[in-house]
Nanobody, 125 residues
């Protein structure tokens, strides 16, 4: 059974940094980070594939960095220059298959198969 466990969330001031981690019991080939704020729809934040290629939501480009350690089956999200608008529950997710032949939005959460329970990030001004 695939299990994903996020950690690293917390409460910080605007401008500070956090690093989220996601430990997986499944090989982390294609994974993503998503977030959902109260009253808002889930948003794809960043994703990374088996070749290490990444993509980001426009709202976090230049501030967030997704990375992975295949040996540890762990996914990371380094978040710099945090803003109050980044406040949300953050989730990691795995897509079992690859992206070959895919012609859609790789940050669409419906394309992912397994999800963690989330870790809360709160940014105050």
């Amino acid at each position: 059974q695939v299990q994903l466990v996020e950690s690293g969330g917390g409460s910080v001031q605007a401008g500070e940094s956090l690093r989220l981690s996601c430990a997986s019991t499944y090989s982390i080939y294609c994974m993503g980070w998503f977030r959902q704020a109260p009253g808002k729809e889930r948003e794809g934040v960043a994703r990374i594939d088996s070749d290490g290629r990444t993509s980001y939501a426009d709202s976090v480009k230049g501030r967030f960095t997704i990375s992975k350690d295949n040996a540890k089956n762990t996914l990371y999200l380094k978040m710099n220059s945090l803003k109050p608008g980044d406040t949300a529950m953050y989730y990691c997710a795995i897509r079992r298959g690859g992206w070959v032949g895919f012609d859609g939005d790789m940050l669409d959460g419906s394309e992912y198969d397994y999800w963690g329970q989330g870790t809360q990030v709160t940014v105050s001004s």
